[in-house]
């Protein structure tokens, strides 16, 4: 868990689910259709403080859903999003946050750019 | 697009799901189904070792190593995941998915009230947590039930596998 939340927070995906993210904001059920046979992360929609990350993430994402192959890195103003960190029973990687299911009506439209 | 789903995430009653043992009753339920062969949770992080190997050849501690190690993780914490389809005549199939944290299944278009009512019938049948749908145009979800009954489609053993364990206590010492 990182000890202080940066100004700006990464998401890496592929291509399609980052046009939905921007152009829609977080979908609960979009989320789901998107995460295959492994599901989803029952905690919420993560991000990463460390943007070298996020870009692993987009281009695994972008391998296995198609798209350009880079995938497209997401990023947000850390200050307008409902950010969690792990609980202490709670996994989470190093450098992530998370954005709760219930707190996904939160993020509207263009809020990750 | 909707979705049916019963988690134990942040369940009191403390328990987790066997896979194999909701498959075998969806096998029963639903004998129409296709059955999709292995955990794809781990297929998925077996696939992205295999995706990111030039980068953890040259970085092996740098971020496709924490990309991998995370769905090791999940597929650990919220496995084993068994996924299966359902014909639905005219429409396009029921995806569904046994995991130890929930059981659900996804779908393109609004189905006819009777497979709603099986996929309903099902799931209630599992016994035990949270039943959600999609609420607001599936930007969230709604608890449309806490199921709190007995359920013969349960892990063996104490705990659940997506808690963290916590640390232990430090004695002072001196």
Known sequence: MPDELSERVYHGTDAASAESIAR?????????????GA?????????????GTAAAWARYRAGERGGPPTGVVLEADAARLPLRSGGPDEWTDVDEWFIATEDFPQVGPGVFR | MGFLEL?????????????SKVIAKARAAFPEATFIPGDQAAAEAQRAEVFLAEELREDPHGPARTVVASL??????????????????GSKPIRGLARSVAVGFHFQEPLPVPIRERLY????????????????????????ADLRGSSDCL???????????AA???TEVG
């Open chain 2, 7 to 19: 988690t134990l995430y942040k369940h009191p009653s403390g328990v987790a799901f066997d896979p």
């Open chain 2, 168 to 170: 232990p206590a430090t």
């Open chain 2, 155 to 165: 892990r063996d053993g104490p705990g659940v596998p997506w808690l963290k364990p």
């Open chain 2, 72 to 89: 090791r993780r999940k597929a650990k914490s919220y496995g084993p995941s068994f996924a299966f389809t359902i014909p639905v005549a």
């Open chain 1, 24 to 36: 829609d904001g977080l979908n609960y059920d979009a989320r789901r259709a998107a995460a295959g």
């Open chain 2, 121 to 144: 019938g099902f799931l209630k049948c599992l016994g035990v947590g949270f039943l959600e749908v999609p609420k607001e145009g599936g930007k969230t979800h709604d608890i449309v």
């Open chain 1, 39 to 51: 599901g989803p992360d029952p905690k919420g929609f993560s991000v990463t403080t460390n943007p």
